[in-house]
């Protein structure tokens, strides 16, 4: 429960066996690693009477499936939703570049199946509105690449600094943030991940990166900050492991050895 909350913890009982209750637990996968409540709660070992809705990517609940009474997949967009989802991209946005229609369509061909997430879909027809937009690889990986390079442009222009500046001085200690926060096991981050670094979180937020978490409670506590998205998370830190010196990247592989001993 929140902190400012103060409910005893026998009233809290008395509700629970009172009522009928419903746990979401979204995002299954960026919080799975050790925590044994969550397991015994899908497991039913903990409040056996609840209702227990779970999302996550897939791979991450396999070994749980059992656990469960239904189970629902999104398979994503088919061709058709493909479809309205430009038509109404191109209404909303204005001054997209002549050959828009052109350039999606041959992304969409080269990128195949990937379209059919929505979230790859949204970045494709985003990179489509660039000026200098080309995909030098039809996966994920280019997809990414391309999404880097179009955060820098076009803050670059919203900002008004150099493209050069805004990636030296933001986007290099992002990575370095991405890359420790992600090794602990954390998509949240805050104001001390940023300590050390050469910029701030706002910052990161000012080049869209980052966004602020909203907090309901009254009491002042840390500000929270989470990645566009999972997966900008996990690029950035690949890019930071790519860029590690042969020694650091040693470091790096000699404790996950240790740990995983």
Not at 30 to 36: H, Q
Not at 67 to 92: A, L, R, W
Request: with cysteine.
């Amino acid at each position: 429960l929140p902190e400012d909350i103060s409910l005893p913890s026998d009233s809290l009982k008395g509700i629970l066996k009172s009522h009928n209750v419903l746990v979401v637990v979204d995002g299954y996968d960026e919080a799975c690693t050790g925590d044994r409540l969550l397991d015994n709660l899908i497991d039913g070992r903990v409040m056996a009477d609840a209702t227990v809705l779970v999302s996550s990517r897939p791979g991450y609940l396999l070994k749980k499936l059992g656990s469960f009474d239904s189970i629902f997949t999104i398979c994503g967009f088919d061709d058709t939703q493909q479809d309205e989802y430009v038509q109404k991209f191109s209404k909303e946005m204005k001054n997209l570049p002549l050959d828009f229609s052109d350039r999606l369509h041959k992304m969409k061909r080269e990128s195949q199946d990937l379209c059919r997430s929505p979230l790859i879909h949204t970045l494709l027809c985003l990179l489509c509105t660039s000026k200098t937009c080309h995909q030098a690889q039809p996966n994920k990986t280019g997809i990414y690449s391309d999404l880097y390079r179009f955060i820098i442009e076009k803050s670059s222009v919203r900002l008004k600094r150099e493209e050069g500046d805004i990636e030296r001085s933001v986007i290099r200690p992002l990575k370095s943030v991405a890359f420790r926060s992600l090794r602990e096991g954390r998509s949240i981050v805050t104001d001390r991940d940023f300590d050390g670094v050469s910029c701030t979180a706002d910052d990161a937020c000012a080049v869209g990166c980052l966004v602020k978490e909203v907090s309901a409670s009254p009491l002042k506590r840390d500000q929270y900050y989470s990645f566009m998205h999972k997966t900008l998370q996990e690029y950035l830190a690949a890019r930071c492991l790519k860029e590690m010196s042969p020694e650091e990247r040693e470091k790096w592989l000699l404790e996950i050895n240790v740990a995983l001993n």
